[in-house]
């Protein structure tokens, strides 16, 4: 069974944080994919629109890394060409657009920040992948072209990271520890550990699951909450996120294993975790 992996920041050669990032959760991937029977292949080093489609056509399923604004196109080449492993380019567009999922998910009933009145506000690419670009201000008078603006919610910044099969069965996997720096004017994503336990949990876990069903995410995908007196969801991810990074060391099965599960609608009822925690730095992967 061959499977591709895409990870455009390893394959487009993109600068060396983002870099980093992406060679280690394509490793994590590649080695778990292998671990579970399968052969992988993967893009050249700058060569990556080049190789997919020819190497998405070779392969038994594939499945795609990339910033936000790119996923959706690259996707719908592997869905073109073989099967794919992770979200639809439908839910993948819908995810990318931040104000769109926001009003989404409020409509259904799920908590989210919102523009009510605050003291310190959230200024965030409309389109934009994790951290990138995030703004805070306490001037509710500025909104730049392109952003949208969100209330600060004071509280902990924590993910989920879930699998979710084309019919809908939905395994969460863990709660994320977010290590998030935080200074006056920016917000910026540091690394996480793995897995984290709050006392909240299943209200957690069913807000991220949701958030999934709406959305009509597939595969794995992560979602980003700020926990206060309620789990205020700040962004949906349909895709791996760095958490995989820490998540394949603490649980008993391979996660390239679970995620060929979830498209073959066989996932386990639960997965166990067999490592105390794990933390991962954004700069020392």
Known sequence: MRVLLAEYAVGTSLERGLLREGKAMLETLAVSFRKAGCEVVTPRPGRFEQDLERLAADSDYGLVIAPDEHLAYYTSIIEDNTVNLGSSPD??????????????????????????????????????????????????????????????????????????SPSGITLPITINKQI?????????????????????????????????????????????????DRPYIVDVNPRPTTSIIGINQVIDREIGGL???????????????????VTYRLDEL
């Open 180 to 228: 998030v720096e935080i200074t006056p004017r920016k917000i910026r994503y540091r690394g996480g550990v793995t897995p984290y336990f709050p006392p909240r949990a299943d209200e957690i876990l069913n807000a991220g699951m949701r958030a999934g069903e709406i959305l009509g995410c597939s595969g794995y995908f992560g979602v980003d909450i700020v926990l206060a």
């Open 91 to 164: 839910s993948v567009k819908l995810c990318a657009d931040k104000l769109r999922t926001t009003e989404i998910l409020s409509e259904s009933g799920i908590a989210v920040a919102d523009d009510a009145p605050s003291t310190r506000y959230v200024l965030k690419p409309r389109w934009g992948c994790g951290s990138e670009g995030i703004i805070v201000t306490d001037d509710p008078s500025i909104l730049p072209e392109g952003f949208i603006r969100t209330r600060l919610i004071e509280g902990e910044h924590i993910s989920v990271s879930l699998l979710r």
């Open 259 to 277: 995620i060929l599960d979830a498209r073959l609608e066989r996932l386990p009822e639960s997965i166990n975790i067999i490592e105390r925690e």
